[in-house]
């Protein structure tokens, strides 16, 4: 368990990182941005799209169309304002002509997601849609059956509650799925009330006189005299990967306040 601001900070390391994804060649060279993912880097709900459409892809920001205002509609009506959740999507890059997002690239790009679930460490993740849904449920079982029902899943390290519904943008032009969005949002609520579901063991962090060492650990810029600054040290360690290109200079302005 981070504070908040490791949490942040961890995030904001990571985003940089996938501002040079280059691990799929086609969405590399077509994308205007890479969409990471906005919100509240300490949400206890999380939302996970498809991928980024043409506005989203413009603005650097996930769920800014039409569905994004849908999204907000239905988050409104139970309380909750975009700042108070984290949304992300399963591919950080819009697929061109908002294609469906390849396996090949699923599988490229799941790290990130993965990644953000682990250091968010949300009790609630609303999967929208099939591609997200399937994704982290690792099962084939579609959004027709599996919506508005809750469940507890392992993702990455943690138990989560996962709570699939339909995507938005497949509600759009349908008001009967509008319905059955909404009645299955309103069950968000409760379920964030729920609180964490139990951890295996290994996550159940040791109490002070289970740890062989109790001295406080030392604070993070804590410099021993002689040593690396960590400013230095944690440039030498972001350095890009091979799958990585150095980032573009600056981020879209939308970008900065992100979390
Ligand atoms: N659809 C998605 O799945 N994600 C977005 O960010 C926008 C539309």
Not at 129 to 143: E, M, P, S, V, Y
Not at 184 to 195: H, I, K, S, T, V
């Amino acid at each position: 368990m981070s504070s908040p601001d490791e949490r942040r900070e961890a995030l904001k390391e990571l985003f940089h990182e996938a501002r040079g994804c280059v691990r799929c060649p086609q969405l590399a060279q077509t994308r205007h941005t890479v969409v990471f993912g906005a919100g509240n880097a300490n949400a206890d709900l999380m939302f996970v799209g498809e991928a980024p459409g043409r506005n989203e892809d413009e603005r650097g920001l996930p769920f800014v169309g039409q569905a994004g205002k849908l999204l907000d509609t239905l988050l409104g009506e139970i309380g909750l304002a975009r700042d108070q959740v984290f949304i992300a999507n399963v591919l950080k890059c819009r697929p061109p002509g908002n294609r469906d997002p390849h396996p090949v690239e699923i599988e490229r790009c799941q790290e990130y997601l993965f990644r953000q679930i682990e250091l968010i460490e949300p009790t609630v993740i609303c999967t929208l849609g099939n591609f997200a849904t399937k994704l982290l449920r690792h099962d084939t079982t579609g959004i027709m059956r599996l919506h508005g029902r809750a469940e507890v899943r392992m993702v990455g390290p943690r138990s989560v509650r996962l709570f699939p519904v339909f995507h938005p943008a497949a509600a759009l032009y349908t008001p009967s799925n509008v319905d059955v969005l909404r009645q299955d949002f309103r069950a968000l609520p409760e379920l964030l009330a729920l609180g964490a579901p139990e951890q295996p063991p290994a996550l159940v962090e040791p109490s002070v006189e289970d740890e062989p060492n109790s001295d406080p650990p030392a604070p993070p810029d804590a410099v021993a005299p002689g040593e690396a600054q960590p400013a230095i040290a944690a440039e030498v360690e972001a350095a890009p990967e091979p799958e990585s290109e150095p980032a573009p200079a600056e981020p879209h302005p939308a970008q900065l306040g992100l979390f």
